[in-house]
């Protein structure tokens, strides 16, 4: 027979608890129902420790009381589960002393007793005393107090040993774990039907919102029409009988001129109709009340019966058996245009509250109808004179923006146009060498024939003509080179702006691209201008919108920042940053104030009127940046320092980029 070691034992036992924490780690993720949990959770300890005496107490800060959500005892009778105890001060139990003070509780025999752990009370308030109790605190992770988890024996002979209370308190923590995921789950469902309550509540409210609302809209349009008063007052009855029971309803107008009233509206279920039109004398009324208050009443028999002893009203003529009346005042401009009342005379039916704000906030806008229903003659008249006004202003602004858009295609075309005259007149110079070094070289073969011809042509002029060829074939070659590199460029940078296409290239070789087709441009320009932009920044965008872009913003420093200088600089900077290029166009110019420069982006702005600008230049840079680039853009500038403009544009154009224009 193999004989069991301490150690074994011990290792089996660990190997134990390990199978029970998965177990009870399965079962919170696979139930939401609380108890089932709790009674697998004291199932699987019991495995592990003697447990017939187990309870798990929960604690709810919100009202400092705790409920046994599962209690299991050999002596005290079980705990109703939704019963719940206050919990003030540790003193109170030894499960208060385990929630309150957070720390682990283990007590035996007398120690329920001992005054240090009740903090002064006469006693405790328990069960049975227990031989030994153990309890260990149920803690959520961020540190807030769960509840307690507490086992006992009324048997001296068992007795937890210290390896038993460690053990507890590591299941103690496991199945914190475990019930903060369950409760978590009873507060979310909790939740849920909470809200649920309250959007069904919401939902009832938005409705009679929204049925208020589309009543609202019948009255205001039917009192646009030519319908009759009556149809309107009607209509009013009617949207106010979907909203609330208005089966006993009228309609009061209130003549302040004469201090009488009438009413050209009622309907009663006792009292025969007012014939419209007939005017009374006004009385002290529940109806005159409203006006002299001037605010919505809620009238019950008890309250007009403390009015009357008030002497706020006489006793009311009519019916008297009324359950509720509702009188809400139409106000007009400060004036009480009238009272709009709902009662009932059956006590099984009651208006409420609620009611009585529906028929003001009615009232309110019946009032609106019915005085622009007074007012729709002259609106009407004022109408078609706003609309004929607005036809021409219409007309008028349509024919400001094609001029607009007419003269920002002329501004481009210019800048095209500019482009291409200064570029002919570049290549001009080298093509007129060539052909210059073309005619040298004809002239030379015509004296190296008449040479050879007259039979001197020797050696010395054979090589001569080489030497002369060859200086000739070298100033050919590089003027050709200079011109290609012109037309290149011009190709490129004028084929971009025209066709609007979208293409990779590189920024900094497409700047000097577009400086080279403005060589001419700057070669009697005020000032230099320095690049200083790193090669492989490569971006795929719009260069034809770029071109543009750069050209106007250095054209417009050429023209505007140095006004009485020579010496100007302009800096280009370009800068990868992500996958955004930062690019900004700067000069040391005169700079510009603040009222200018809040305008500078403003279309037909320039403070060169007359002498050449039409203010479309720094208007088609905002538009090319933000609309085709993609990007944003801003300029500083304060008198004296200079101008920079500094736009951000991303590497990569989107997908749904607008097609340059």
Partial sequence: MIAITPEASRIA???????????????????????????????????????????????????ASIRFVYFVDEVDPPEDPTKRYPLHDPGESATAWVILKGQPLVLKGDDFADPRWHEGSAQWRTGTPA?????????????????????QSYRPERIYSQEDIALLGQIADHVSTMLERVTANQRLEAAIAERTGQLEREIAERRRAEELQRGLYE????????????EVYRAVHEVTARLMYARNFFIMLHHEATQEFDFPYSRDEFEDPVPPGQRFPMWRGLTSYVVR??????VDPARRAQLVELG?????????????????PMIVAEHVYGVIVVQSYDPAIVHSRADLEVLAYMATHVASALSRREADVRLREASEQIRRRNDELTQTLDQLRNTQDELVRQEKMASLGGLVAGIAH???????????????????????RRWHDEGVFDASHIEEMLDELDLTIHVLDGNIRRGAELVRSFKQVAVDQSSGQRRSFDL?????????????????APCTVHVDCPQGVVMDSFPGALSQVLTNLVVNAVMHAFPERSDGRVDIVGRAEGQDVLLSV?????????????????PFFTTKRGSGGTGLGANIVFNQVTNVLGGSIRAISTPGAGLRVDMRLPRIRGEHAPTPG
């Avoid at 208050?293 to 809620?298: E, G, K, L, V």
């Avoid at 900094?508 to 700057?522: H, N, R, V």
């Fill in 312 to 328: 706020e009203i006489q006793q009311a003529r009519g019916h008297l058996g009324i359950s509720t009346w509702l009188g809400a």
């Fill in 586 to 602: 700067s000069d040391d110019g005169m700079g510009m104030n603040a009222a200018d420069l809040k305008r500078y982006f403003d």
């Fill in 13 to 63: 036992r660990l190997e134990a608890v390990q199978a029970m924490l998965l177990q009870v780690g399965r079962l919170s993720c696979s139930t939401a129902d609380l108890d089932v949990f709790l009674q697998a959770a004291h199932a699987a300890v019991a495995h592990i420790l003697y447990a017939a005496n187990f309870y798990v107490a929960l604690y709810d800060d919100r009202d």
């Fill in 508 to 524: 900094a070789a497409y700047i000097d691209e577009i400086l080279l087709s403005l060589k001419p441009k700057l070669k009697r």
């Fill in 131 to 151: 031989a030994h109790w153990v309890g260990m605190p149920l803690r959520l992770s961020d540190g807030k107090i769960l509840g307690a988890l507490v086992i």
């Fill in 293 to 298: 208050t001037r605010q919505p009443q809620f």
């Fill in 219 to 230: 009255i205001a349009a039917i009192s646009a029409t030519d319908a009759s008063l009556d």
């Fill in 426 to 448: 570049e290549i001009n110079t080298p093509l007129g060498i060539c052909v210059t070094a073309t005619s040298h070289v004809e002239e030379e073969l015509h004296t190296w």
